[in-house]
């Protein structure tokens, strides 16, 4: 009993403290930089997609190869966001010129489920790929379509 009295006129003697003042919210210091990925990191994950968009195709997985399109279409449009211009390049409007009609070419083929046309936009994709990096100045960054996967913990061939 002599416990239970202690907690109670402990929790009470607790309760009894003054609430801890809340800064207003025009104190409230503004944060002064917004986090933005390095444009290299951009445009790793966008070849990270790239990778498992081929695996997709090639196994006829077509909403995984939706997915990944919609995917580096956030990428690009990320790096278009933070990096419109990066060390006097144009990569906004790189970017569209070159990604957006490959990227159409696959959204096509993926709809009509027609993987002839799939691997022919998915060139048409690493040409363009590569026609932007030459455009940028990085004509040392080739990307061509993918002979193995690093992701063996990921199923590629559809469930259906």
Not at 57 to 74: C, D, P, S
Not at 93 to 122: Q, R, T
Request: glycine share 4%; proline share 8%; charged share 20%.
């Amino acid at each position: 009993m002599k416990i239970f009295i202690a907690m109670l006129a402990g929790g009470l003697a607790f309760g009894a403290l003054p609430a801890r003042a809340e800064t207003p919210a025009a104190e409230t210091p503004a944060p002064t930089a917004q986090y933005a990925p390095e444009l290299a990191d951009i445009m790793t994950t966008a070849q990270w997609r790239h990778l498992k968009l081929s695996y997709a195709g090639a196994l006829h997985n077509w909403t995984l190869a939706e997915f990944e399109v919609g995917q580096m279409r956030k990428s690009f449009a990320a790096a278009s966001k933070h990096y419109p211009e990066y060390e006097n390049v144009p990569v906004a409007a790189l970017i569209e010129k070159f990604s957006a009609p490959a990227l159409a070419d696959l959204d096509k083929a993926i709809h009509a489920k027609d993987a002839g046309g799939f691997f022919k936009a998915f060139e048409r994709l690493n040409a363009a790929c590569n026609s932007c990096h030459q455009s940028a100045g990085r004509p040392f960054i080739k990307i061509r379509t993918p002979t193995s996967s690093p992701f063996s913990n990921q199923v590629f061939r559809p469930e259906n």
